[in-house]
């Protein structure tokens, strides 16, 4: 049973109103990347009112797994990891990233008889793999994921 996602009557919860929002990166600029995705993909039905910003540095890096992105539909919110903004990262591959988060807030979720919540569906797959450079991007991932676990 799908259900539609979940939206609040106000832009920003009010714990993220209180912290700074840099879309600007030393390689990348996050708000171009998602105006630019926002137009090429979502021009039917406009992504509005969502912020993205470079997401905080972290002291310790992961050592199992790692998250490039999340989205944060209560507040409109798209963090990227700020490791991403590197000069070894393509730009088609955050491109990507930026694709797949925009992509869960169009997507509805999936829950199952038991309630558990499915957000990468089978509906999320068959849209992700619309990207342009889908595969490209994702043996990219496979290829470079160790330098982003040290």
Not at 46 to 69: D, N, Q, S
Not at 122 to 140: D, I, N, P, S, V
């Amino acid at each position: 049973m799908a259900k539609a996602k979940r939206k609040i009557s106000h832009s920003q919860a009010l714990m993220q109103r209180c912290l700074p929002f840099n879309h600007e990166g030393e390689y990348f600029d996050l708000q171009a990347i998602f105006d630019k995705i926002n137009s090429q993909y979502f021009w039917l039905k406009p992504l509005r009112g969502y912020k993205i910003t470079w997401g905080r540095r972290r002291k310790l890096a992961p050592k199992e797994y790692f998250v490039f992105g999340t989205i944060q539909e209560e507040d409109r919110l798209i963090r990227i990891h700020p490791r991403l903004d590197a000069p070894f990262v393509p730009t088609w591959f955050l491109e990507y990233v930026v694709y797949h988060e925009m992509l869960h807030a169009r997507v509805p979720d999936e829950y199952s008889e038991d309630g558990r919540r499915r957000v990468h569906t089978e509906e999320f797959g068959r849209r992700e793999k619309q990207f342009l450079h889908y595969t490209r991007a994702r043996r990219w991932e496979d290829e470079n994921l160790a330098r982003f676990l040290r």
